[in-house]
């Protein structure tokens, strides 16, 4: 029974899983992308053993939620995209015991200055907080490619193969998703002065 259950597709193993839940059918799954879900998360959140933890997370939340998952997607995109927002929601919750985003080396990295660095909007002086809830007002879409972009600082070409979407689509979604920010953040700052 095990070496036809290693042999049969994702899809295959989700619906064996729904029909009868398995551990050995789990085990599986676990096996086949433990690494890549963990080597996504220490890319994004640096550090072994909070990434360890993070992934754990991600494979119970992406259990839990099997039933959902309606095929429109591969297997792995859809784990992927549960493995991006558990990562973003955990740098989201432990970003405030810093003043800024550190990475290992460490050196101070800041979304917003590092997304001011690339804009023509004119922010001599800017509020961190009113730029932060700005951010919260933009779909999930547009903050996770402003989060790869400029937090992660990814090239345009790893956003691509990440997200699935052609180049040309990335670098519009990201002008338009700066746009929006400033936008919002630019109204914000008229309506509290």
């Avoid at 998703?177 to 936008?183: P, Q, R, S, T, V």
């Amino acid at each position: 029974m095990r070496q036809r259950s290693l042999s049969l597709s994702d899809q295959d193993l989700i619906l064996a899983i729904l029909e009868h839940p398995s551990e050995e059918i789990y085990h599986i799954i676990h096996q086949r992308y433990f690494r890549k879900v963990y080597y996504k998360c220490l890319q994004m959140i640096r550090n072994e053993s909070v990434a360890a933890d993070v992934t754990q997370e991600i494979f119970i939340k992406a259990f839990t939620k099997l039933s959902s998952f309606k095929h429109q997607s591969s297997f792995s995109t859809w784990l992927y995209s549960i493995t991006n927002n558990e990562c973003i929601d955990y740098l989201r919750k432990h970003k405030r015991e810093k003043s800024r985003y550190a990475i290992e080396s460490g050196t101070p990295v800041n979304l917003f200055e590092n997304l001011l660095e690339e804009t023509d909007e004119e922010l001599d002086e800017y509020s961190v907080d009113q730029l932060e809830e700005a951010m919260h007002l933009l779909n999930e879409n547009d903050k996770q490619l402003l989060f790869m972009k400029y937090f992660m600082k990814l090239p345009v070409k790893t956003i691509v193969a990440q997200t699935g979407l052609t180049e040309s689509a990335v670098k519009m979604r990201l002008k338009r998703a700066k746009e929006k920010l400033f936008g919002v953040y630019l109204n914000s700052v008229k309506k509290s002065a």
